[in-house]
């Protein structure tokens, strides 16, 4: 069957099919619901801006999204799922019009116990989190969007985040225990996906099934002490970093280095970092905090800024100034500036994260977030780029793959190519099974696109 268009599609109709459940159809509301902040990339900008979908569609349980799924199966309309449109490439972006389903009033938590939570996929992290940590438990890791996006969309469209240097990133075994996920057919069924399984759909932007419902681990909750420390160069500051990584008896929620000049575009920490410093922001548990100082000490730091965890819900949260925040606060002082998202090699001397930072200079202002990788503490950057042409931009990921960096490629909207640069058959043999019609967000991936011929 083909793909219907807009001119084709018989919106009424389809509408009337939906009765009993909430649509949009306002072109403003329409309009932005079909947006994310692909912005933040000059490349991406030209190829996005003119998507819109034709109509959103809000359900508020499985079983409306059952009926979402089979209209648009019947009327050979493209769905493409939206959580709270955090994501920075495109990736709820209908890139062919039809249904932009909004799981946001799909909020319910079913349930919390010791170490697992289950919620639908609209529950917002931080209310999912205020909730769980009254239970003496947190969220493991999350973006720094962690105010407004959901528990679906990280999963979703997500890698890591804060937390990532205790827990890894969400594709590692573990940090995703189960999901219930509605295929597109005539028929829609609900399949429950669990352990390895999960990784069908984990971080699949929404390609390959609706996900309805998902399981996932906590960590115990610690009184988190914020901090940031600066350092007289900037490798003597990733150093430390890297130092505090490997300190595994010092519980740390967050380590992000920003070389100079990053802190310059942090407002609100303006009275506080003094001018082209480098410098690390941190989330230590307040126990450690002795024995941190010590570390802060034998590497010459200084400590400029101290928010204790009893004061936590006070002022500016300095997550929001990390991951990538700390790009949309550059971003909003120089809108000309872009990113890259690297991951180093494990090297304890950080002797390629040296070469680059010396190479580029301010053109590529190195930006770090230690995370854990297979037990050990590397250094992924999300390096703020001075942008002049695409044929530059391009030049600057191809001499860091060259030298042995992995470019995980902000500017690009395809799944496979801006990850692990390979298609996955477990992903693509799964959309074939649950999506036969290729309907769930088309172009995105490229597996699919492929085996289509």
């Known amino acids: 069957m083909t793909v219907a268009t807009q001119s084709t599609t018989d919106w009424p109709a389809f509408i009337t099919d939906l009765e009993g459940i909430e649509t949009i159809q306002d072109l403003t509301q329409v309009t932005k619901l079909s947006q994310d902040y692909y912005t933040f990339s000059p490349i991406l900008v030209p190829l996005l801006t003119d998507k819109i979908a034709d109509l959103v569609v809000r359900p508020a349980n499985e079983a409306e999204v059952m009926k979402v799924a089979a209209t648009c199966v019947k009327y050979q309309v493209p769905l493409t799922v939206r959580g709270a449109g955090t994501g920075n490439y495109g990736q709820c972006v209908p890139l062919q019009g039809g249904v932009i389903l909004d799981l946001s009033k799909m909020q319910a938590v079913r349930w919390i116990k010791p170490g697992f939570a289950c919620v639908e996929p609209g529950v917002k992290l931080a209310a999912l989190d205020k909730q769980t940590r009254e239970m003496g438990w947190e969220i493991r890791m999350y973006p720094s969007t962690y105010r ?23 594709r590692d075994r573990g940090n995703l225990h189960a999901v219930r996920v509605v295929t597109v057919e005539a028929e829609p069924r609900v399949i429950e996906l669990r352990g390895d399984d999960v990784q069908k759909v984990n971080h699949a932007y929404g390609t390959n ?27 003597t500051a990733a150093r430390f970093g890297q130092a505090l990584g490997d300190a595994d008896a010092l519980v740390k929620k967050l380590i992000c280095i920003c070389a100079a000049p990053i802190a310059n575009y942090f407002a609100a920490f303006r009275n506080n970092i003094p001018a082209d410093s480098h410098c690390a922001l941190l989330m230590i548990a307040e126990l450690c905090l002795e024995p941190f100082n010590e570390l802060v000490k034998a590497f010459g730091g200084t400590v400029c800024y101290e928010k204790s965890a009893q004061d936590a819900g006070k002022g500016v949260a300095i997550a929001e100034y990390t991951w990538n925040h700390t790009t949309l606060h550059a971003r909003s002082v120089d809108p000309s500036l872009t990113y ?26 190195m930006h770090l977030e230690f995370l854990r990788s297979n037990g050990l503490t590397i250094p992924a950057a999300l390096q703020i780029v001075r942008f002049t042409t695409p044929d530059r931009l391009q030049e600057i990921i191809q ?35 649950v999506d036969p019609h290729g309907l769930l967000n088309p172009g995105k991936m490229r597996a699919w696109e492929e085996s289509q011929g």
């Open 399 to 433: 001499y860091h793959e060259d030298q042995g960096a992995f470019i995980a490629n902000p500017h690009t909207y395809v799944l496979e190519d801006g990850g692990r640069k390979a298609i996955d058959p477990v992903q693509l043999a799964f959309k074939k099974a």
């Open 148 to 170: 407004t996006a959901t528990v679906g969309g990280f999963i979703s469209g997500g890698s890591g985040g804060i937390g990532s240097i205790t827990y890894g990133q969400l």
């Open 209 to 235: 099934g609706i996900i309805t419902e998902l399981e996932i681990p906590l960590g115990p909750a610690y009184p988190w002490t914020e901090l940031i420390v600066t350092f007289p160069d900037f490798m």
């Open 340 to 365: 890259l998202q690297t991951l180093f090699p494990y090297d304890p001397e950080l002797k390629l994260l040296e070469q680059m930072y010396h190479h580029f200079g301010d053109e590529v202002m």
